[in-house]
Every structure is written in structure tokens, then in C-alpha cells.
């Protein structure tokens, strides 16, 4: 069966780092109406470490099961 | 606020990955067991979040946030006290029967236990249930949608008119529905299921800091607010001192027992996620697992209309007459608020691009969720229980499967029809609300006497099922919320007596058709032959070996797992008492 934790992870990899890149680069000036937080930096790593954590969660499970997809 | 290409860009990833899921388990999906129950393979995890994801629909996420502005944190008692307690009672006292009877379906179980009528009766009356549910629910998200003017300039930009976005919206979420379930079947529909969870739980959450945050936190929400809004149970006491017009008894028996636990302990929708578990054990922690995210959940989606009352002196916006910027008044003269579009507003007010292209993707998320568990869960009755039951029993398992695949399509058509028939009645969701008294709260009490009094026989059950329907029929024919005028809304055999709200009247005919059902089903029981005891093994809990969990690590025991959720509950009713 799928481990459902690789694609969950990839798409909010791929989120995340849409988010932090805009955050970084992106116009700054949007952020008064978040309350001055540059909420997509902010969200946008924390989607990202959340993508980390499945991965390494799955990857751990696949190494317990011997390799065994 | 207008999108921009980031929120598109957004959008597509998330449509991106929910084909790709079906698309990647086609392979797998050969046979009609794959198909209906994603080969009870899935680990419990897995079917715990399906479970609540299949039930956080579009109503649920908009709703719970309009509750949340109209009647305060007391909403939460449709998750603490309305969804809880009947989720541990499935995992551990229900859950052998359905999974350990090898019954593929509710309706078959029913079988199993009773007789074909009674299995016919709710199989039914469950197909017509999900195709209406799910069919409200798309018109619920495209009129939302529509009346959010988020995606007037884009579509403008094309040369599309705004009058065509709910079109737009209705047609391209249910094909994509339709190509996920089509291509992997109930597993890709609990996959996904996974996926839409976190994605609702990433749309909300900041959503829920940055207004806590503007607010002054739970504290100033507390401050600005009267204390009925903000304090779960004092007020209960009596039907006058609370928002809502109920009191304890009716909460408790209405909310906390018939329709909670008719929703969650009989209704296929959720119970199929919990069926398709790898083992036994698995099945009975998929809704105890459930329990422990659904009990944080009204910080999600019923904190928001708190927030939104608070903050800048209210933000619910007014209702205005369809196409125009006229408010539309109550009796008063005052204007009247539009409470459904709490939870957008907000995302609206502190999202800036990029994270308001991640919370409209929840949005989504949300209604695809709902959307796919009721299409799995009528496919399945569909095929099983009424095509192979009663129109061709004895047909090839590819054949089942290519039915299973017909009824997807016929079941999405038949909701696309359902949506477009709700945006010419303002009624329906009262409608729905009846459907669920009249089918699932008789429900109950038939499951609860097949399950733990052997002596329930077939025509017992039966009689009682439509006893109870009856009763709840009458009830609502009889009475009237106060304000209301007599049709959809009850009283149309002339109102005897009236109710303060329409959800103390919808709580009280829960409670008649169950009460009535219980009865009829016992009487009717007793005067007729009892089924030979043997044929009962594993249906029924007297004649059923008790599951061994104590060679499990306590944290995999289901009836450990279920103590600490109803203990946490408790812990949660009495902080915000």
C-alpha cells in the first residue's frame, strides 16, 4: 500500500516553499493587514519543517520493515 | 483583496496532487473489494484522519464558524459532547460487529442481523441521504464562492461573468472528485482524505493565531463578549438563559445520545472509513484516534465566529439582497448578518497573497473531503446492497466493479442536480437537518437493540424503523420553532405546541423517533419467533467472544484510548464551563 506521508510531504514541501520564497522575495508591504507578521515567511517554514517530519517519520518506518516499500 | 498568481499557483498543486493519488493507485484498484473497501488494508492512522476529514465537509467547516458568531463557544458541544462520547462508544463496543461480521456495508450488517426488508429499508434511505447531503454541501461552496467576489476579477479577465463562477465551481470540484474516486476507489478517496485534513488544518490555524492576536487573545474575546457566548455551560440550566433555546436534558439526550450517536455509530459515511482497516484492532482505534484531533476542533472552526464577533466592534458581514448592496432587515428594522460567510471573511481580512491562496485551497479541501465520503459511501450501497441484493445477484466480481464505477458517476450527476435544485429553494438545509431526525435517530435505537439484546428479531426492527420515522414525521407536523411559519419548518398538521428554537424542535423529534422506535421494536420482538441463537454468533454482543487486547501495548488498547479522550473531554468542558 502507499505511504501516504511521501506525497502529503511533497505537496506541503512544495507549499512551504512557495510560501518562504514569496515571503523572502516577494512585496513586503502586504503584511499590514497580517498585523505587520510576515505570515507566508512565517507559515510557509513551518509547512516546510512539518514536510521534514513525514518524510523522516516514513523513512524510519521503511527502515524497520527492511527496506520493504 | 484580489488573487494573484501565487494563489492560483497554490491552488494547482493542490489539484495536482489529489489526481496524482488517484492516478497512482489505478493500478491496485482490480477488484470490487479494492474498489468498495480499499482491501481492509489501510492502518489505522490513516482511516482515523479519513474519518474526520470525510466529516469535516463544507457545512461543517462553514457552519460550525456561523454557530460559532450566532450562539458562541456552546457550539462546541457538537463536538464534545455531540461527537465524542459516540465515537468512543463505536470503537470500543461497536466496531467488533461491524468489522468482525465480515458485513461489507452498514445495510449489510443489518442484513446479517436481521432480515432483507430491514437491510432494504435503510439502504434506501441512505443512497437518497448522501446524494442530497452531498448535492447541499456543493451548493453550500459555490454560492460561498460566488458571494466572496474573490474570483470576480480573474474571471473577469477571461471575459467570464460573475453569474458563472457558481457554475464554474460546482462542475470542476465534482470532476475532480469524480476522476479520484473513478480512478482508485474508496482508498483514493481515504488518501486524499488524509491530505485535505492537514490542508484544512494548515488554512485555519494561522487563521485562528492572527485573529486570536488581533482580538487581545482569549482574554479580550471574554472581555468584549457577553459571558453566554463565552462560557460552554452555565446558562444550560434553562432554555431562556442561553443562546441556542435548549436546555441540559435536551442537550444531553437529544444532541449528546440520539443524534450523535446516530450519526456516528450507524451512519456508513464515517463507519466505512473505520471498516477498511488492516485488522480488527486497527478498526477499533480508527475513531478513538479520530477523537483526539475532533476534540481541538472547535479552536479551528468554531473559534473564528467568536473571533469575528469581537474583533473592530463585529465583523459578520451584512446579508444583502442577491446582485445588489441593499441590506436585507430583520422585524426590527435591524440588519440581518450573513453568519455563513464568518470563516471566508476572516481569511479575507488577515490573509495576505500566498496564505489566502493556502486558505481557499482548505476551503476546498473541506468540501472535496465531505463530497468524496458521501460518493464512496453510496457507490458501496449502492453496488452491494441494492444492485447485487435485488437486480442481478449473481454476476461477475469485474462486473460489480464496473457498476461501482457507474454508480460514481450517476451518484456525482445526481448531487450536480441535487445542488442546482437547492439554489432554487432557501429551505433546504432545514430539509437536511429533518432528513438526518428521520433517518438516523430511529436508526439508533435498531443498531443499539440488534447489538445488545439477542432477542430483536427482523420484523421487530422493521416495524420499529418505520414506527420511528412515523413518530419523527408526526412530531415535526406537530409542532413549530417559535416565529416560524407552518411548512418546512413543521407545524403543517397544525402547530399543538411550539419550541424557542428550531434546534430545540429538531433535538425533540430525535428523541420521539428514537424513544418510539425503541418501544415498537421491543414489543413487536417479543410477539414474534426468536432467531435461532447460533446464527447470531458475532452479531451479537451476548453470543460474541470479547476481542483480547490485553496482549496490546496499552497505548493500542482501545477501551485505554477511550478513558483518556472521554477524560481529556471532561478536562475541556470544565475550562470552558
Redesign the interface.
Known sequence: MMDIRVPVAVMFGVMGALLTGYGVFGDQSIYGRSLGININLVWGSVLLAFAVCLLILSARARSRRGGEP | MTLTW?DW??ML??FG?VL??GV??KSKTTTSSAFFQA?R???AW?CGLAFISANLGAQEIIGMAASGAKYGIATSHFYWVGAIPAMVFLGVFMMPFYYGSRARSVPEYLRLRFDEKTRAFNAVSFALMTVFSSGISMYAMAKLLQILRVFDAPFAALGIGPEYIFHIAVVSSALVVLVYVLLGGL?SAI?NE??QF?LIV?GFL?LVY?GL??AGGWSGIVRTLPPAFTHAWVGLGSASTNPMGVDVFGVAMGLGFVLSFGYWCTDFLVVQRAMAADSMTAARRTPLIAAFPKMAFPFLVVMPGLIALSVHGGVVPVKMYEGTTTAILDALGKPQLDYDLTAPTLML???????LG?GLTALLASFMSGMAGNVTAFNTVWTYDIYQAYLRPSASDAHYLWIGRMATVFGIAASVLTAYVAAQFNNIMDVLQLVFAFVNAPLLATFLLGMFWKRATGHGAFAGLVAGTCAAALHHGLTLPAGAIAGVKGGWLGALSTYPSEMAQNFWTAIDAWTVCFVVTIAVSLMTRPRDERELAGLVYSLTERPRDAELPWHRRPAVLGVVVLVATLLLNVVFF
Open positions: 501565487l499557483l497554490l498543486v493542490y496532487f496524482g493519488i497512482a493507485l482491501g488494508a489501510i492502518p490513516v482508498s488518501y488524509v491530505l492537514f494548515a494561522p492572527l492576536r488581533d481580512r488577515y490573509f495576505p497573497t500566498g496564505m493556502i
